[in-house]
T-cell receptor, first 109, second 113 residues
Framework: GQQVMQIPQYQHVQEGEDFTTYCNSS?????IQWYKQRPGGHPVFLIQ?????EVKKQKRLTFQFGEAKKNSSLHITATQTTDVGTYFC?????????FGKGTMLLVSP | SQTIHQWPATLVQPVGSPLSLECTVE??????LYWYRQAAGRGLQLLFY??????ISSEVPQNLSASRPQDRQFILSSKKLLLSDSGFYLC????????????FGDGTRLSIL
């Protein structure tokens, strides 16, 4: 079946540093989605990318979808303590989404 | 706007006891509904999904079951809980289509003693 791998599993940065998480699928995806889960909370949908090579920005967050629609990245510029949480990618498939295992981001002030 | 309600927020149950978690969605019709389990510090494990009333697909065989008695109601059940059933249970909905964005409830933290 479809597998979505996400790296790194964990990253600890100083406030102001940049952060990137990567997502790779074993199969071509119909779309890629990104979610954020704050500590103790539930995953919250951030964005969906559909087109090959698509790039979208949300303030300090930049999302990319690869040309082959098999990989994606989320880049946060100048992290803030409010960015703390686990970021999940999810690949769109035929019947359900396949979630990556997530990247836990810790930001020290 | 659409909202999803999930209860209870926390639950402590003895091994061997039954379980019933309920999830309801408001503000939309004929949604896809999902049950996930998340172990502490881990990813999301899809347990069940439903594309319509009475239609349940199981992703992982275990002692849990799901039912969808109404269009916007999704129930997760067990006859006898195991220690390994502990975790964070999340209900989610999406518009029809397996690759659509999902919107999660606040979750239920289940501890089995």
């Amino acid at each position: 079946g479809q597998q979505v791998m996400q790296i790194p599993q964990y990253q600890h940065v100083q406030e102001g540093e940049d952060f990137t998480t990567y997502c790779n699928s074993s199969t071509t995806l119909s779309n890629i989605q990104w979610y954020k889960q704050r500590p103790g909370g539930h995953p919250v949908f951030l964005i969906q990318l559909v087109k090959s090579g698509e790039v979208k920005k949300q303030k300090r967050l930049t999302f990319q979808f690869g040309e082959a629609k098999k990989n994606s990245s989320l880049h946060i510029t100048a992290t803030q303590t409010t960015d703390v949480g686990t970021y999940f990618c999810a690949g769109g498939g035929y019947s359900t989404l396949t979630f990556g295992k997530g990247t836990m981001l810790l930001v020290s002030p | 706007s659409q909202t999803i309600h999930q209860w209870p927020a926390t639950l402590v149950q003895p091994v061997g006891s039954p379980l019933s978690l309920e999830c309801t969605v408001e503000g939309t019709s004929n949604p896809n509904l999902y049950w996930y389990r998340q172990a502490a510090g881990r990813g999301l494990q899809l347990l069940f999904y439903s594309v319509g009333i009475g239609q349940i697909s199981s992703e992982v065989p275990q002692n849990l079951s799901a039912s969808r008695p109404q269009d916007r109601q999704f129930i997760l059940s067990s006859k006898k809980l195991l220690l390994s059933d502990s975790g964070f249970y999340l209900c989610a909905w999406s518009v029809l289509g397996g690759d659509q964005p999902q919107h999660f409830g606040d979750g239920t933290r289940l501890s089995i003693l």
